[in-house]
């Protein structure tokens, strides 16, 4: 059964169709309103149905009654139990909703209220919803991962050709235009011809061509984050084109990832002590010429760095190799920024701010133009860390 059936401007809120959220129509203008049903099924069993409704309405169930045909016998009961009154009688949605329809458009009458609707503007048009739910209904239900009360914000689910799942969320304006963002590194361009309008299901189309030009940048990322010990970006997404890889000894790569060209050497940053770096960074630089563009990022790099991988999970908790947290204030992030500069000598980390405050506050280091020079708080060596500007 389609809510259209009952209530045109009413949206299902579960799959057991028992909760309702939309407008009710009621002398040509829209009012919001909320229904939990709970019908029972033994015969002369009561429903209870809970009701949330447009303030304004709620506010005129709250008065007395006045004189008229439905209070002959009781002026002291209230607008609200007539309504429970007349809607405790209802066994199915149709019923419930024309009673309900009935009853409310009788109150306004008696009471001369026509308001102009107490909904926000970009809510306040038939027409918004009905398109709204036409593109819905376009596309599937079963496409529609999420959807706020007011309409006015849509999850639409899609999959790649690798069964990959991605969420676009796409936000309706007051003039239902729609605006979408993915967690993609590219975002589908959304052009039509003769100010033709932009539908859920063209929005849908685009960004499964946008999926499938990223088919090699998702599985480029998503296996360097299944088999590498991804240090940075902490929760990495698909829209992330960073890596910053552990590699061991407190040390690691960071490399930008062409979404265009994702298996093509990527700019590498090395991190780390240069006892540590030094040796990968040459490997990589003299060996270019084993690169295979058809192999994955991950092979690649290790082929010319010389290296393998360690995987997050194959690291014991007693092994602090790739520990990354800073030696000063043991914290991974500080003000947003990750551990940055690592000792020669005892590869511990560092934030560079932590460095140079420790530095600051010894009394034989010295600063010469933007950095500042002491020893190391852990091993006494050499060390040394550009001075940050607050």
């Known amino acids: ?88 009688q209802c066994k199915n949605y149709n019923s419930f909703f024309s009673e309900l329809k009935d009853v409310l458009e009788k ?15 970009d809510l306040a048009s038939t027409e918004y919803y009905k398109q709204i739910m ?25 999959k790649d050709i690798a069964g990959r799942e991605h969420i676009i969320k796409v936000d309706v304006s007051k003039n239902n235009e729609y605006t979408c963002t993915a967690q993609l590194p590219i975002q589908a361009e959304l052009k039509t011809k003769n ?42 997404t698909f829209a992330h084109c960073m890596r910053r890889i552990g590699i061991g000894n407190h040390s690691s790569i960071q490399i930008e990832i062409d979404p265009k060209q994702p298996k ?33 990022l991950r092979l690649n790099l290790e082929r010319t760095m010389k290296i393998t991988f360690p995987r997050r999970r194959t690291v014991t908790q007693n092994d602090d190799d790739m520990s990354e947290k800073c030696s000063i204030c043991y914290s991974y992030r500080m003000e947003g920024k990750v551990p940055d500069k690592v000792c020669d000598t005892c590869c511990q980390p560092f934030h560079s701010m932590c460095l140079v405050e420790w530095l600051r506050s010894i009394p034989k280091s010295h600063t010469s133009f933007d950095t500042i020079s002491g020893t190391c708080p852990y091993c006494s060596s050499a060390i040394s860390a550009k001075v940050y500007n607050k």
Not at 136 to 158: A, M, P, Q, R, Y
Not at 202 to 224: A, R, W
């Open 264 to 296: 093509a050497p990527p700019e590498v940053r090395f991190l780390g002590a240069d006892s540590i770096i030094t040796p990968i960074r040459d490997a990589y630089n003299q060996n270019h010429h084993e690169w295979v563009i058809d192999s994955s």
């Open 134 to 158: 036409s593109d819905l209904d376009e596309i599937g239900w079963d496409k529609v991962s999420d959807l706020n009360t007011d309409l006015s914000s849509i999850s639409v689910s899609i």
């Open 195 to 236: 100010n033709e309008r932009i539908t859920l299901k063209k929005i849908k189309i685009e960004y499964e061509h946008v999926l499938h030009s990223l088919q090699d940048f998702l599985s480029t990322v998503e296996d360097l984050d299944q088999n590498t010990w991804v240090l940075d970006p902490e929760n990495p």
């Open 1 to 88: 059964m389609s809510s259209s059936d009952f209530l045109p401007l009413c949206v299902p809120r579960n799959k057991e169709l028992t909760r309702f959220h939309g407008y009710i129509t009621l002398w040509n203008q829209q009012y919001a309103c909320e229904v939990d049903f709970n019908f029972q099924e033994k015969d002369g069993d009561k429903p209870t149905t809970k009701i949330r409704l447009d303030p304004e309405l709620q506010r005129l169930l709250s008065t007395k009654q006045i004189q008229h045909q439905y209070n002959s016998t009781n002026q002291q009961s209230t607008y609200q139990d007539l309504l429970v009154q007349r809607l405790s």
């Open 107 to 121: 109150i306004l009458k008696v009471q001369h209220t026509h308001k102009q609707p107490t909904v926000q503007d």
